[in-house]
């Protein structure tokens, strides 16, 4: 894809997209463009902080069923799962995620999505769970769709689920999304596209047929990489007495 | 170094009110500490003056986090205790801060930013607001609001782009 790309990027600059990536026209106007200020973590970013999520249930999972109208939302039934980790390698527990997506047929229930996608009257799109203590997460949801938006002409997201991920430590905020690996609209995208071309792949789910359930639904696995440093030890003590 | 392929991140897009914004979400940090309740209202702006409406504002310090999304005018608004000092390196403290992250459709990664407040005699020798610039510390200090609100206003607009630029972050990790 030829277009402007910025230099200004936070973060290991292999990995994440720059600010500015002009195909991407909302970039344009929204991108910093005085360098970042580059600032030691301090206890403010490592500390955890204290996280209301009692309200977190299991039904808050499976968004065939989360709607509140006792039906079942249409599409392909799938399991998405995978583990939350740090660089190098370490589960990070307690993380909540939350994730956001579009119906099977594209349409969000979202004032601002106004193409004539129809809407399900049993799927709201919207999940979360906490992670457990090998990283672990998993949802079930029904695949999502393409929709067109307006960004150029004749301009499609690829299918991908939207996911926020807050762990222990500020500094490991994450919101990116996951997309699926058949789908010729990758490489059309220029919001998958403005990450740099080696780190890409990394947001597409791989199908795992050992998460397949017979009779039920399609398994798809993507785990997340958290970038910097975990929770401080101190915070990791408190933890584990609470 | 890391040992594992870090996920990259992606714009939070146009859609995720329903989310994110989900009644229990979007409080302000708990105040439960029992410190004084201070308010935060600003707008977040783009490169032409422009609101921006699609914004999410999360603040997170010692007495919580909280979620806040920008309205029609790109305006937010928050309540929360007064952040207290926080160690910087043994045997030096940082001024009062609340740890800002930027969230809008057209940001590919969230901004890190933060909220320091102009009327603390600690907020000029704070370590973290030294290594920014001088001509551009003051996009980062809110500006109390002479008005007589029974809890303290303060004034902080988040500006994308521009001449006025807020400073945003880029965390350096400790050497390990």
């Not at chain 1, 936070?10 to 005085?34: E, I, M, N, Q």
């Not at chain 1, 490489?187 to 050992?210: C, F, K, Q, T, W």
């Not at chain 2, 205790?81 to 969230?110: C, D, W, Y």
């Amino acid at each position: 894809m030829i277009t402007t790309i910025g230099e200004i990027v936070r973060g290991d600059a292999t990995v994440f997209p720059p600010y500015l990536y002009a195909a991407y026209r909302s970039t344009v106007r929204r991108a910093p463009r005085l360098p970042l200020v580059e600032v030691p973590l301090t206890a403010s970013e490592l500390t955890r902080s204290r996280l209301d999520v009692s309200r977190v249930t299991d039904e808050d999972a499976d968004l065939t069923r989360n709607a509140g109208t006792g039906g079942e939302a249409l599409g392909q039934r799938i399991i998405v799962t995978g583990r939350v980790m740090d660089e190098h390698g370490l589960p990070v527990p307690g993380a909540l995620l939350e994730v956001w997506q579009a119906n099977a047929a594209g349409r969000y229930v979202h004032k601002r999505d106004d193409w004539p996608g129809p809407l399900d009257p049993n799927f709201l799109g919207i999940g979360r769970c906490l992670t457990a203590a090998a990283g672990e997460y998993r949802f079930l949801t029904v695949r999502p769709g393409a929709y067109p938006w307006g960004n150029h002409e004749n301009a499609w997201r690829p299918a991908h689920i939207h996911f926020s991920v807050l762990a222990p430590s500020w500094s490991q905020r994450l919101v990116t999304q996951m997309y699926f690996p058949d789908d010729p609209l990758l490489a059309l995208d220029p919001i998958l596209n403005a990450v740099p071309e080696g780190a890409r792949s990394r947001l597409v789910a791989m199908y795992a047929h050992d998460v397949t359930e017979p009779h039920w639904a399609l398994g798809w696995r993507w785990d997340i990489v958290l970038a910097g440093p975990r929770a401080t030890a101190f915070e990791a003590r408190e933890q584990s007495a609470a | 170094m890391s040992v594992l392929p870090v996920t990259p991140s992606q714009t939070v897009g146009p859609f995720f009110h329903d989310c994110l914004l989900r009644e229990d979400r979007c409080e302000g940090p708990a105040s439960d500490d029992g410190g004084a309740q201070i308010r935060v209202e600003g707008r977040v702006i783009d490169g032409d003056g422009a609101a921006v409406p699609d914004a999410v504002i999360e603040v997170w310090h010692a007495a919580g986090f909280a979620r806040i999304g920008t309205d029609a005018e790109g305006r937010f608004s928050f309540s929360t205790t007064r952040p207290k000092r926080v160690e910087f390196e043994r045997g030096t403290m940082q001024a009062p801060h609340l740890s800002i992250a930027v969230f809008a459709r057209g940001l590919m990664n969230h901004l890190f930013t933060r909220i320091y407040f102009d009327d603390d005699p600690s907020t000029e020798s704070d370590p973290i607001l030294r290594l920014v610039p001088e001509v551009r510390r003051t996009t980062l200090i809110a500006t109390r609001d002479p008005g007589e609100s029974l809890t303290p206003l303060y004034r902080f607009d988040v500006v994308l782009q521009g001449v006025s630029e807020t400073v945003f972050f880029d965390f350096r990790s400790p050497a390990s």
